[in-house]
């Protein structure tokens, strides 16, 4: 069974940084073999895309609305992944939710093409 476990999230005020990580396990999971992305949800809305690490490179994405705020990066040793953020803003506000998978060339930067979720982790920036 696989768990990914949220952390990082909390209040912060406009303008702040927080950085998020996200903590894999399961017995036959190899960490290294999967993309890991992250996820928001605010309150009314769809989850939307945030950011993805493609599996055995260096490959990233960002969605345009955090791009140049927002860094993903993971360490396969630990089975974590992180996500920096800077420069909040109000409309960050969201439930985040680190996810892990294999998506193909065409559902990387949607839900469908993540197996495994977290919980989630609430970041809330104050204006």
């Known amino acids: 069974q696989v768990q990914l476990v949220e952390s990082g999230g909390g209040l912060v005020q406009a303008g702040g940084s927080l950085r998020l990580s996200c903590a894999a396990s399961?017995?036959?999971?190899?960490?290294?073999?999967?993309?890991v992305a992250w996820f928001r949800q605010a309150p009314g809305n769809e989850r939307e895309f945030v950011a993805a690490f493609a599996f055995g490179g260096r490959a990233t994405f960002h969605a345009g609305s955090v791009k140049g705020r927002f860094t993903i990066s993971r360490d396969n040793a630990r089975n974590a992944v992180y996500l920096q953020m800077n420069s909040l803003k109000a409309e960050d506000t969201a439930l985040y939710y680190c996810?892990?998978?294999?998506?193909?060339?065409?559902?990387?930067?949607?839900?469908?093409?993540?197996?495994?979720w977290g919980q989630g982790t609430q970041v809330t920036v104050s204006s």
């Open positions: 399961g017995r036959t999971f190899t960490f290294s073999t999967y993309d």
């Open positions: 996810a892990a998978g294999r998506p193909d060339g065409t559902n990387r930067l949607q839900s469908e093409g993540y197996l495994y």
